[in-house]
């Protein structure tokens, strides 16, 4: 029953914001509503609508902040969770894609660089700053490392350093991702 009511009642708000030129529009049937990416003026437009009930920001996430961590021998991680013993059986992480939605990844770090997959379908920025991998604040960079990191500077860095990666930056530069959501109010 919530399927079919949302399907009878969203379709005119979809083609309202479809011809607007809202973008990323995510419909809900559990509570009737969608959540969305549009300009301001079409949100403030939208809300006089008497078919929607609530128009409200889904939520801001702030990127975390990168970590050295402690002064330590740089495999320590590595020996605690037994990675040597993996790569010993062939383990590598070899043919494995690994993906990562962080801050982005510096795809000129010289345990990373030749890790990347390349081609279109293997970065993805949804704020339109960076066409090519790119990580402003390291936390993104950091973490693949942690993954697939390679032994540029002389140790091991990451647990899979077999495995590629690929990536979307959904922070922005401001280290910032945030979402709209609509909520209808169908009786």
């Known amino acids: 029953?919530?399927?079919?009511?949302?399907?009878?009642?969203?379709?005119?708000?979809?083609?309202?914001?479809?011809?607007?030129?809202?973008?990323?529009?995510?419909?809900?049937?559990i509570f009737n509503g969608m959540a969305v990416?549009?300009?301001?003026?079409?949100?403030l437009e939208l809300a006089s609508q008497p078919e929607v009930e609530m128009i409200r920001l889904d939520s801001t996430l702030t990127a975390?902040?990168?970590?050295?961590?402690?002064?330590?021998?740089?495999?320590?991680?590595?020996?605690?969770?037994r990675a040597p013993e993996l790569w010993a059986l062939g383990y590598t992480g070899a043919g494995i894609v690994v993906a990562s939605m962080d801050t982005g990844v510096d795809v000129n770090h010289p345990d990373l660089s030749s890790k990347w997959r390349g081609g279109t379908n293997s970065w993805f920025d949804p704020n339109g700053e960076h066409s090519a991998p790119y990580d402003v604040s390291g936390h993104g960079t950091q973490a693949i490392g942690i993954i697939v990191g390679g032994s540029a500077g002389g140790t091991a860095i990451g647990v899979s350093p077999g495995a590629q990666w690929i990536a979307v930056k959904i922070f922005n530069d401001a280290g910032v991702s945030s979402l709209s959501l609509i909520h209808q109010g169908f009786q």
Do not use: H, M, Y
């Open 1 to 29: 029953a919530l399927k079919d009511k949302a399907d009878a009642t969203q379709g005119p708000i979809k083609a309202f914001l479809v011809s607007k030129g809202a973008r990323r529009i995510l419909p809900f049937w």
């Open 37 to 43: 990416t549009a300009r301001v003026d079409v949100i």
């Open 64 to 81: 975390p902040e990168t970590d050295s961590g402690v002064s330590a021998v740089p495999e320590w991680n590595l020996n605690t969770v």
